[in-house]
């Protein structure tokens, strides 16, 4: 049998790909992993010079964060949990209809869409005094739901100014052949733009998500005791009197986990139904 | 889903204005403070709390952040809490914001507290707290590695070198409790390998140089050994002084030789624990609260045991130390005052509460007969007090509402002058420029 | 009704939920930060407040030192979005035909966005540590010593903070667009004997641009208000060395007890990024 030359270069090529593959996952996930290493060394293990490859790992961080460490830690993924996800569904209820007006109709283009976006320039803590005074009186203060509604109007700008790019790479055919068989715009949104923005709409859900998740300044302000995120939470290891390390690590690892699992959850879908909207667009 | 939703953010409507407690307290977080705090609230509750029909709860606020989110409460008026931290360098900032307890201090006080300790918690001639913890800076020196610089004569000598040839002088290694800032640096030199390849320590000294408040506390003692001051007694601003230049040349010259680690200009207190912990640096300056964490063989087995604690090196003016306490006062906003200065009254007249605090690792400025009766616990005690009383400063000015937006400006110029980026003629006409503006007006 | 008028009344029909949202959350706020910017608002007096017309405004627009928080800002954020696009694509080119067989591996790229910066400043701050940090230990191995966070590494160890945390986030886009190019345009180049690099080139880049201007675009914004891992990481130090805009709005804010100028800083922000979005909005809005 003769070698195919071609084939050969391709199983070369190939080699190649999955060790870029293997290098980017490692090279960009090094804080990560070392986070997670550290978050079972012993204290004496952390702070021993020079750094340990080799520890008998150690459960007491993980202890400390969940049980012994007079935090709510469990209750602080929980409202994270909510305050995400509401801040997510929402700024995707809100923005899909907005962006096909934009994308389709123009309206708005002039100016919703530049100040929308523009509020991402913005640094966020000028509005850390007057959402303090609105909440007072709306009694929102302290709240999940509070909170929530603050995600998203971080995320508006996000999943507008994207999706709005994507509804304008839908053929326009599509809405026009639904438009003459008698649909109304809703019917439209519903049954032709929705399905085709599936990959988009999933990967702003996740990243709406994930910003949510991330956010530090507003939970920190406008929270206490009820509402903790669990960016604040984890940093109640980082005291006064030193950084607990390896706590501070074992709650990062654990404030990892939710959104991946929405990540692997999600992924495989968002690839799918990619090539799909390809194939069929 | 939608189910799951609708009830969590019905929960979430309805929990936030659970009450559990008459009085909530925002202290400090961390370390062996925050587990006293805890049981003394809990003493509390248990005796003097059933007297008083009042219950206390101790919230904690992230220490990231925590002085911002607690500005914004206390401008805003929050009634989350009835109690609120106290610093000496910052009750100016947040007096509008609090009401004086001066008819809660009297001789059952004095009792448990010396009157310079609550001195500590007054601006403007009110007492704004009772004050729970005394913060200052020790120097921290391996007790192996000096003790062998003073006896081996091969060490002498190579010392003796090193000051002549850094310094311009050769001067010989003397104990920590009578250096000055020349041997304070030449011993930094000695202990650095890249200038002695033979010292047992990678750095003399850890300097900690990030841009920090924090850390201009830990350096301002260079300058008020000279006889500096941020101000005169006529109000004059004096930064531009021969006491200011030469505490930032003392650090520029550590800096620059390299006996500090290179990336001290991110350091804070953790990191330069860390370096100590590490057994790589000789000795340090740093905040008394380092002490158990050091000496926990648990923690940091290279030390643990090994170093011993001093003053810090003596100026001209001699020797001198800041100084400040954290306390807790009573929030204006507070819904439930009655209660909240029940519970502070306790607290300042408690030789029990203090007492525990102090065996379960709090820092409590309380009079000598309370040290006492702890000192086999807490040996560090005592000498704080000692400290305080005979070294303690406090910047002219240095607890004025302006205080802590100054110690920022001092902290960004003087930290790039040591980074190289300003110089060091500028670095100090912004401060004195700031300083008179805030001043001023 | 002319058509033209059904069509504008309909756009504002769907427009109306987001914008009756954004009226609801930021109408009090932006009412709100016009006075302040205007005022002498502070923290001591947070209630009352006196008109100073453009004094806040005037004290920030001849500040050198806002000037000096707004170029660092300015360059990080076009360093940053420029590397995390450029390896996102070379990632996206060589990847492509193995995520999208099988796509969960996607979510180990995602990884990194997952963290807080704020958190990731904290355990960088024990990483990068000369004594108890691991990556300095790396860098040894192959006898390279590094004071990652020293004055004369700092700038260069910010900006791959953020780019190892972010390329991500443009390599999901960027992949995403990849996989939207149409099979058919790919086997048709194929038939003709494009080599590789030409079929990226002529076909892949030109169809993926729309969504490189927007990645870029967000990623330059986002990077341009740097804050999280840089504060927790060196307080904008040493000096104001990697002082951005956002770090140096918050100090005017919180520190020096400045209200009105923090956000006077942010209206010079806000009026300075709209001429930006213009430009990018003309390149995301092909001529049709």
């Known amino acids: 049998m003769i070698v195919q030359p071609k084939s050969m270069l391709r199983r070369v090529g190939n080699a190649m790909r999955w060790v870029v593959l293997i290098l980017a996952v490692t090279i960009l996930n090094l804080p990560v992993i070392t986070t997670f290493l550290t978050s079972f060394k012993s204290t004496a293990d952390i702070n021993a010079f020079p750094p340990k490859w080799i520890f008998s790992p150690t459960l007491d961080h993980y202890r400390e964060v969940l049980i012994t460490g007079n935090t709510h830690y469990p209750s602080y993924i929980w409202n994270s949990v909510v305050i995400a996800t509401v801040g997510t569904l929402l700024a995707i209820a809100l923005t899909f209809p907005a962006a096909y007006a934009i994308a389709r109709h123009r309206t708005g283009s002039t100016w919703l869409l530049p100040i929308v976006s523009n509020l991402r320039a913005l640094p966020l803590i000028i509005f850390a005094i007057p959402f303090y005074f609105m909440y007072q009186s709306l009694g929102l203060l302290d709240t999940r739901i509070g909170l929530a509604l603050i995600a998203c109007v971080i995320n508006i700008p996000l999943a507008l100014l994207m ?92 404030g990892i986990l939710p959104p991946l699992l929405i990540g692997f959850f999600a992924y ?14 | 889903m939608k189910n799951l939703l609708l009830a969590s953010t019905i929960a979430a409507l309805t929990t936030a204005s659970a009450a559990i407690a008459d009085i909530t307290i925002l202290a400090w977080p961390g370390g062996d403070p925050e587990k006293a705090l805890r049981e003394v609230v809990t003493l509390y509750n248990d005796t003097q709390g059933k007297e008083d029909g009042s219950k206390a709860d101790v919230i904690y606020f992230s220490r990231q952040g925590f002085k911002e989110k607690m500005l914004t409460d206390a401008a805003a008026g929050s009634t989350e809490f009835d109690l609120m931290l106290t610093a000496t360098y910052d009750i100016g900032r947040y007096a509008p914001f609090m009401l004086p307890i001066d008819d809660l201090i009297d001789d059952e006080t004095y009792k448990v507290f010396p009157p310079n ?62 250096w000055n800032w020349d041997d304070y640096i030449a011993t930094a030199f000695f202990f650095t390998r890249s200038i002695n390849a033979d010292s047992p320590t990678r750095y003399g000294t850890v300097l900690q140089l990030k841009n ?69 640096v000789a000795f340090m300056i740093q905040w008394n609260a380092a002490v158990p964490e050091l000496n926990d063989p648990e923690q940091n087995p290279e030390v643990a045991g090994k170093f011993a604690l001093t003053h810090q090196p003596a100026g001209p003016e001699g020797i001198k130390t800041h100084f400040h306490s954290l306390g807790l006062g009573l929030s204006a906003a507070s819904e439930n005052k009655d209660d909240a200065r029940k519970f502070l009254r306790w607290l300042g007249t408690s030789v029990e509460a203090n007492t525990m605090y102090a065996q379960l690792g709090g820092s409590p400025p309380v009079v000598d007969a309370i040290m006492s009766k702890v000192a086999d616990k807490r040996p560090d005690l005592p000498m704080m007090g000692e400290h305080a009383g005979s070294y303690g400063f406090v910047m002219n000015g240095g607890t004025s509402e302006h205080a802590l937006r100054l110690y920022e400006i001092i902290a960004e110029n003087f930290t790039g002058y040591w980074a190289g980026e300003l110089s060091e003629d500028e670095a100090i006409s912004n401060v004195e420029e700031e300083m008179r503006k805030a001043f001023a007006g | 009704m002319s058509y033209h008028a059904s069509k504008h009344k309909e756009g504002m029909l769907l427009l109306s939920g987001l914008c009756v949202f954004m009226a609801f959350m930021l109408g009090y706020p932006a009412v709100a930060n016009i006075w302040y ?22 004290n920030q627009l001849f500040s050198p030192k806002m000037w000096k928080a707004m170029g660092f800002s300015l360059q990080f954020g076009l360093i940053c979005a420029a590397l ?96 939207a190019v149409s099979p058919d345009i790919e086997e048709a180049a194929n038939m003709d004997g494009a080599k590789p690099l030409q079929l990226i080139r002529f076909i892949f880049l030109p169809a993926m641009l729309p ?32 002082t951005s805009i956002s770090i140096y709005i918050y100090k005017l804010f919180f520190n020096q007890n400045a209200i009105g100028e923090a956000v006077a800083v942010s209206l010079i922000l806000l009026f300075m990024s709209l001429i930006l979005f213009v430009m990018a909005a003309k390149l995301i809005f092909r001529s049709e």
């Open chain 3, 211 to 242: 969504a490189i201007v927007i990645v870029a675009f967000i990623r330059f914004i986002d990077s341009f208000r740097v804050f999280d891992h840089i504060f927790v990481l060196t307080g904008g130090g040493p000096g104001s060395k990697t």
């Open chain 1, 268 to 281: 495989p879908y968002i690839g799918k139904s990619m090539l799909r909207g390809a194939i069929k667009g």
């Open chain 3, 37 to 58: 910017s205007l005022s002498n608002i502070s923290f001591s007096d947070i209630h009352t407040s006196e008109f100073v017309g453009l004094v806040n405004f005037e």
């Open chain 2, 212 to 280: 920090l408040l924090f850390n201009m506390m830990l350096w301002q003692a260079t300058v008020a050994s000279h006889g500096g001051d941020w101000q005169d007694g006529d109000g004059n601003i004096t930064i531009d002084s021969d006491a200011f230049r030469r505490g930032l040349a003392i650090y520029k010259t550590i800096v620059d030789n390299k006996a500090t680690p290179g990336d001290s200009s991110s350091y804070e207190y953790g990191e330069a624990n860390s370096a100590f912990g590490s057994g790589q």
């Open chain 2, 117 to 178: 300790a609550i001195e500590t918690q007054k601006f403007e001639g009110s007492v704004y707290g009772i004050p729970n913890d005394l913060s200052l800076h020790f120097l921290y020196y391996r007790e192996d590695y000096i003790g062998q610089l003073l006896s081996d004569p091969a060490w002498i000598e190579r010392y003796q070198e090193i000051s002549e040839k850094h310094l311009g002088q050769r001067l010989s290694p003397k104990a920590p409790e009578e």
């Open chain 3, 84 to 179: 995390e696009v450029v390896l996102a694509l070379l990632l996206v080119f060589t990847l492509h035909p193995i995520l999208s067989r099988r796509p969960w591996l996607t979510a180990f790229l995602m990884l990194p966005m997952m963290v807080s910066p704020a958190l990731m400043g904290v355990m960088y701050r024990l990483m990068l540590n000369e004594f108890a940090g691991v990556v300095p230990l790396y860098f040894e191995m192959f006898g390279v010593y590094v004071n990652f966070l020293g004055p004369e590494n700092i700038y260069t160890t910010v900006i791959v903070i953020e780019v190892l945390q972010w390329t991500p986030f443009a390599l999901l886009i960027l992949l995403a667009a990849r996989q």
């Open chain 1, 163 to 254: 999706l709005v790019g994507f509804i304008q790479d839908i053929p326009r055919d599509l809405d026009e052949a639904a438009s003459l068989d008698g649909a109304n715009v809703w019917q439209i949104l519903r049954h032709v733009i929705w399905p085709a923005s599936r990959p988009i709409l999933f990967t702003v859900a996740v990243l709406s998500f994930i910003y949510s998740w991330n956010e530090f300044l507003f939970g920190l302000i406008l929270s206490t005791k009820n509402a903790v995120p669990v960016t604040v939470g984890a940093t109640f290891f980082v005291t006064s009197y030193g950084v607990k390390w390896g706590a501070t690590a074992a709650a990062m690892i654990l």
